[in-house]
T-cell receptor, first 115, second 114 residues
Framework: AQSVTQLGSHVSVSEGALVLLRCNYS??????LFWYVQYPNQGLQLLLK??????LVKGINGFEAEFKKSETSFHLTKPSAHMSDAAEYFC?????????????FGGGTRLMVKP | EPEVTQTPSHQVTQMGQEVILRCVPI?????FYWYRQILGQKVEFLVS????????KSEIFDDQFSVERPDGSNFTLKIRSTKLEDSAMYFC????????????FGEGSWLTVV
């Protein structure tokens, strides 16, 4: 079974500050890892994903995440927060062994950006 | 850019009524999914559908739930007799073949059972 833990259900940063959203996963097989963002009253939009290859992946809107196998982590970062980044962020895991490739989601982290 | 579309965006129904949530996945996609998100909780997998049959389902997806792809474009989720606890946002999603490919989500259908 796979699982995802997102530490911190709410994170508040000032505009221009570093954004760090934490994600740890559990998987008995090599994972595929995803970050999705959900803006108010909208669906889930893919920010970035890791499947194989380079462990530092870059996504949309200036976000990036690094897959660290030794730490079973896939933390999401952005050097400088913008007001428009305020949203809920979900980390998710699946794997090649997963017949339907369905995603297991973490509980989400709501990012608030203060002016 | 192609997108997954869902209807209705919001539905209110009485307990015990049947509900059908509709989805049009991205046209060249092969795998189809339903997820749900109860208010304030995490997004949960319900069911995956491939090659005209269910490939995986969670324990949430009991006999009250069914899925269908009736005409090669629509993908529907039916809840036979709704309960209060079925109130949630239901997301349809789809992807192409191949492991690790991105799952694209629709904007969701809010279901409120009263």
């Amino acid at each position: 079974a796979q699982s995802v833990t997102q530490l911190g259900s709410h994170v508040s940063v000032s505009e221009g500050a570093l954004v760090l959203l934490r994600c740890n996963y559990s998987s008995s097989v090599p994972p595929y890892l995803f970050w999705y963002v959900q803006y108010p009253n909208q669906g889930l939009q893919l920010l970035l994903k890791y499947t194989t290859g380079a462990t530092l992946v870059k996504g949309i809107n200036g976000f990036e995440a690094e897959f660290k196998k030794s730490e079973t982590s896939f933390h999401l970062t952005k050097p400088s927060a913008h007001m428009s980044d305020a949203a809920e962020y979900f980390c998710a895991v699946t794997s090649n062994n997963n017949a339907g490739n369905m995603l297991t989601f973490g509980g989400g982290t709501r990012l608030m950006v203060k002016p | 850019e192609p997108e997954v579309t869902q209807t209705p965006s919001h539905q209110v129904t009485q307990m015990g009524q049947e509900v059908i949530l509709r989805c049009v996945p991205i046209s060249n996609h092969l795998y189809f999914y339903w997820y749900r998100q109860i208010l304030g909780q995490k997004v949960e997998f319900l069911v995956s559908f491939y090659n005209n049959e269910i490939s995986e389902k969670s324990e949430i997806f009991d006999d009250q739930f069914s899925v269908e792809r009736p005409d090669g474009s629509n993908f529907t989720l039916k809840i036979r007799s709704t309960k209060l606890e079925d109130s949630a946002m239901y997301f349809c999603a789809s992807r192409t073949g191949g492991s690790g490919n991105t799952i694209y989500f629709g904007e969701g259908s809010w279901l409120t059972v009263v």
